[in-house]
């Protein structure tokens, strides 16, 4: 099943121009800049935006085409905005209950109690909407809309105007949507790290135009993927983040890696691990004796052509997973390294994506 | 003391029905004219604002003319009446009606519009997405987010309409118990030297507009913005 849109739009200094079909399974993330049209097009599925020969599909739903236009409220989307859009007139709960009221019976696939606990709103029932945090009030929203028990999440950088903690408090509630309420969801960002963390999709959106949809394996694949334009080049690994032990330090599980990290946090069984390629190092003897907590053997798969004077090595894992080096051209002269060799990858530094 | 005529408690019971009359129907006309406005700028919209904001700054006199034309026996809207075997509206409190509600029109859309402005799309797009057709949004967004946009508008209209005298002199003339009301009783005493009269009732309409204007003023300051328990 996929939500297919077609649309153009002209504005002036603007032009949307898509003709795509983005996968409604778990988290697709549409990637760009800011103004390069990301938001049209969620008003566009939404129906807020009108453009008059847009093509919306939902699966087998047909929401626009030619004449027919079936508006918002028969949609059954749950839109989360960038900024807090609770209805100032309601309360906490009044908020909360807004959509479900307005669920047909049989349309329900959540009951307020069950959200509420899910995503921690209890202890912010009895407040004044005035008094919440920004990353409180996007929580409500985001309980709002599941409250609706919707098809489909549209969710418009419901982070970019919160600060670090409040982030971090959001983004579990986030990360369980298409698992815990089995949701598909739209998500609309220029954070490379929210994406690499959310994301099982990435429509990568430049200048009113979708240039390719990809999981996020592929998009973390190839060398010019744009989610690199911050940070250069990296890896993700997707594991288990087990207790912190005696030492302090907290295993990450993935398949038959383990490496350690800091502590932060507790527990997660769904973890997201971000390897920068500048924070890995190569060497050619299996490291003893040293400070860095995480090396790991793997074999060059790839060089990738010098940039700048730089070369990524990209290596096969025992477990198969890729692991990305940055390197400079000099080194990897120097230890004569070609596909094929085995090689030790020590990691400088690793960040839990939050 | 304040004695008044019959003549003049008349007056008072037709300026009260006016006003009342006037604020219900333009409350009903001037929400779906605001609301229109407020959604958006093109020129048409430019042009109906104008049309709305023209008794404004015409003289009264200017409209009650061309509205006694019209509704007159000769005229468009009154000469198709009488035609239909119905009289015409000239000198009648119908006639005076529909004068006050085009003459106050300003009053009740121009607050309204700004009350719907400021309220924006937002809301009306959440509720939306959470599945509120039109009428529910209605009824459960604008209604209580433009609340004191309806109270100031409401409040306006009904003391504009208070005020009124230049169209009403000129479509209702001076018909007691029909188009006789406040403003022009007033006008008639003080024709008459009978200043004193004139005093009571002019002092009454001061304090009456005061009093409305006061405690709408207070009720609406005292309420800060939309804050609920």
């Known amino acids: 099943m996929t939500l297919k849109v077609s649309a153009r739009l002209q504005h002036p ?10 996968p409604t399974q778990g988290v697709t993330a549409v990637f760009g800049r800011s103004g390069c049209g990301k938001t049209s097009l969620l008003r566009i599925i939404a129906g807020i935006e009108r453009s008059a020969d847009a093509q919306v599909r939902f699966g087998d739903d047909v929401w626009q085409s030619g004449r027919k236009f079936v508006p918002l409220e028969r949609r059954r989307i749950g839109l989360v905005f960038q900024e807090a859009s609770l209805l100032p007139h309601l309360g906490v709960r009044d908020n909360l209950l807004y959509g479900y009221q307005r669920t047909p019976q049989h349309l329900r696939r959540l009951e307020p109690d069950k959200a509420i606990a899910q995503l921690g709103l209890e202890p912010l029932l009895q407040r004044n909407i005035d008094q919440l945090s920004g990353g409180e009030r996007q929580r409500i929203a985001l309980g709002r809309a599941l409250l609706s028990s919707p098809q489909l999440l549209l969710l418009d950088e419901p982070l970019s105007a919160l600060d670090a903690p409040s982030k971090r408090d959001i983004l579990p509630y986030i990360e369980q949507l298409a698992g815990n309420f089995d949701v598909p969801v739209v998500y609309v960002s220029h954070a490379a790290g929210e994406i690499e963390r959310l994301a099982d999709h ?3 959106m430049r200048d009113g135009k979708i240039d390719a ?3 996020l394996e592929q998009a973390l694949a190839r060398p010019d993927s744009p989610l690199f334009n911050d940070e250069g080049p990296a890896t993700v690994l997707h594991g288990e983040l087990r207790s912190t032990d005696s030492t302090g330090l907290a295993c990450f599980q993935s398949g038959s890696l383990t490496l350690r990290l800091p502590a932060t946090g507790g527990p997660a069984p769904l973890a997201r691990l971000r390897i920068r390629a500048r924070d890995v190092s190569l060497a050619l003897d299996p490291p ?23 070369v990524v090595v990209e290596g096969r894992l025992p477990d198969g997973q890729l692991l990305l080096s940055e390197i400079s051209g000099w080194s990897c002269q120097e230890l004569g390294l070609t596909p094929g060799t085995l090689i030790y990858a020590l990691i400088k530094a690793v960040s839990l994506l939050d | 003391m304040l004695t008044l005529s019959p003549e003049d408690w008349t007056a008072i019971g037709v300026t009260l029905r006016l006003c009342l009359f006037t604020t ?15 959604a958006g700028n093109s020129r048409l919209r430019s042009v109906v604002q104008a049309l709305v904001a023209l008794p404004l700054v015409l003289p009264p006199t200017v409209l009650g003319f061309y509205l006694l034309l019209t509704l007159g026996p000769q005229g468009w809207v009154g000469g198709t009446l009488q035609q239909l075997g119905f009289d015409h509206l000239a000198f009648t409190f119908s006639g005076i009606l529909i004068g006050s509600v085009i003459y106050s029109l300003p009053f009740t859309v121009q607050p309204l519009q700004q009350a719907f402005r400021q309220a924006g799309r937002r809301p009306l797009e959440v509720a939306a997405s959470l599945g509120a057709g039109p009428m529910d949004r209605f009824f459960s967004i604008t209604l209580p987010l433009a609340r004191s946009g309806f109270v100031i508008a409401a409040t306006l209209t009904f003391a504009h309409t208070l005020g009124e005298f230049g169209v009403i002199l000129m479509i209702g003339g001076s018909i007691p118990g029909e188009t006789h009301v406040l403003s022009t009783t007033i006008f008639a005493h003080a024709e008459a030297m009978n200043y004193a009269a004139a005093h009571r009732l002019s002092l009454l309409l001061i304090g009456a507009a005061f009093a409305v204007l006061f405690v709408v003023y207070l009720a609406n300051g005292r309420r800060s913005p939309v804050v609920q328990p």
């Not at chain 1, 121009?17 to 983005?22: E, H, Y």
Request: proline fraction near 7%.
């Open chain 1, 13 to 22: 200094g603007f032009a949307l121009d898509i003709d795509t079909a983005l």
């Open chain 1, 202 to 204: 990435v429509a990568f």
């Open chain 1, 213 to 215: 949809v990809e999981t």
């Open chain 1, 288 to 310: 003893t004796r040293i400070s860095i907590l995480n090396h790991l053997p793997m074999r060059i798969q790839t060089i990738r052509p010098p940039c700048d004077g730089r």
């Open chain 2, 24 to 38: 219900l129907i333009l409350l009903g006309i001037g929400t779906p004219i605001a609301l229109w406005l407020a």
